[in-house]
């Protein structure tokens, strides 16, 4: 399974070029959002639809709900029993707290045997094998 990060739906939501190209070579039902990431979505949508200022509080409310229905075309990935052990031994190893989501989501590529589709694969070579970790923002579909 393809676990993809925040960053990446973004490009999806935009539908980048050389992402749609890797997307029509899989299953789309091997694409999955893991719950990390499903929160970090809605805590930004959120936050700024709780504080914008009223010129724009109606188009961040639209950004909001946009954002909520680019989700639900996804299957959702939750973090699991195993992938709390996995997350347990990956903040014994890395001790950075701004990395507390990314652990989060590699936790649950280990705990699975998944891929993590991210464009920034330098937040988890500490962490993961090459095998576990694709850009399909930068590189080109094989």
Sequence with gaps: MYLWDTHIVGHYAE?????MLHVQRVEWEEISL???VVAELLR???EFALKAIPEQIVWAHSEFL???QL????????FGEKAREEFKMILNKVKSKKRYADMMIAAMALAGDH???TRNTKHFK?????NQLANWIDEPPR
């Design 71 to 78: 989700m639900t075309k996804f299957r959702l990935l939750l």
């Design 66 to 68: 946009k954002t909520h």
């Design 44 to 46: 930004g949508r959120a």
């Design 126 to 130: 500490d962490v993961l094998p090459p």
């Design 15 to 19: 539908r980048h070029p050389t992402l």
């Design 115 to 117: 891929v993590i589709v």
């Design 34 to 36: 893991p719950s990390p």
